[in-house]
């Protein structure tokens, strides 16, 4: 068997050995692969791996050899799931395996916007403090989160571990979820509407997955609901937000702060509105990152393709 990776440079830049994956077949690794280099590349594979490398029906069409496709990551749009089912190719993700590290990036994000950690050891690095003559040298608004409300949006398994943590730093939890069951043992928590949600936090933290319907769903109508001194966060999907209503909220101070590991073109581009924004945290799409998370999504990928070799293929979205 030949089993060809499209684009395994984030999987493992270097820290993340492929061995698990080795001991079914020949491997061939890619760093990336444009739409056009698929067929060229995995014309002689029977299992192609792919995270964001496109797998377009055409490419299905032509890899007459191709038997089965795993991806490296939970969301799988970047296969054409229905073109593979017609030629009876299976496709399988990885649902679970960032959950901890994404939850635990928010809250990275949350409280680097209630401390600004960062940019106070600028100011004692740079002598700043050193010169102040006080002994306490705060630069920005110092914000506690008990008793605060967050609202968060997809009630997942992200979500939910997301609202634990907030309940343990003393929050409020607002959930909105398509559905509204299995609630959390702790208070306070409910479940509202999105427009509620949005209206009552103090936080809110969006953790669903992208779809059609949902595309483009903070506009400039929901963010002008928030309160004033509010916060976003996305560690989700960018697709979610209508960047430029996001960039003139900010900048016009109707909300206080956002803070987003996705934007809606990755890598981001030099015309995104939110790169001159006010009171923005963009960083490059690295909450699932942690070395223990690529290191279960790398386990999972082997047992998927275990489970293909004895013929009851395991997490399958066609």
């Known amino acids: 068997m030949k089993i ?12 993340n050995p492929w061995d698990e994956v080795a001991a079914y077949g020949e ?18 594979a029977d299992i192609v791996l792919t995270n964001k490398s496109l797998v377009r029906r055409d490419s299905i069409e032509q890899l007459t050899k191709l038997k089965y496709i795993s991806v490296l990551a939970t969301g799988y749009n970047s296969v054409d799931a229905q073109a593979a089912r017609l030629r009876n190719i299976p496709v399988s993700n990885v649902p679970v395996y960032g959950t901890d590290s994404v939850a635990q990036y928010v809250f990275a994000l949350l409280l680097e916007l209630c401390h600004h950690v ?3 050891g600028v100011v004692v690095h740079s002598g700043e403090w050193e010169q102040s003559g006080t002994w306490s040298l705060f630069k920005t608004p110092l914000i506690e989160l008990v008793s605060k409300t967050m609202a968060i949006v997809g009630f997942g398994r992200i979500g939910r571990r997301v609202g634990e943590l907030a309940h343990a730093f003393g929050m409020r939890v607002l959930a909105v979820d398509i559905r509204e069951e299995n609630p959390p043992g702790y208070q306070p928590f409910a479940f509202v509407s999105l427009q509620d949600a949005f209206r009552e936090a103090d936080v809110v933290s969006l953790n669903c997955a992208l779809t059609a319907d949902n595309e483009g769903m903070v506009d400039k109508d929901l963010l002008t609901s928030m309160k004033a001194n509010a916060f976003l966060i996305n560690a989700a999907r960018g697709p979610l937000i209508q960047e430029a209503d996001l960039a003139e909220a900010l900048s016009q101070g109707v909300i206080a702060a956002a803070a987003l590991d996705v934007v809606s073109t990755e890598p981001i581009r030099a015309d995104n509105p939110l790169l001159k924004a006010k009171n923005c945290i963009i960083t ?5 990152a942690s070395l223990e998370a690529r290191r ?23």
């Open 4 to 15: 060809v990776v499209l684009d395994g440079n984030r999987l493992n830049p270097g820290d």
């Open 27 to 44: 491997l061939e690794v890619y760093d990336w692969s444009d739409p056009d280099q698929v067929v060229e590349r995995a014309k002689d």
């Open 118 to 120: 960062g940019e106070h």
């Open 284 to 288: 490059p799409h690295i909450a699932w």
């Open 296 to 318: 279960r999504l790398m386990k999972t990928t082997a047992d998927n393709i275990g489970a293909f070799f004895r013929g009851q293929p395991q997490n399958l979205v066609n």
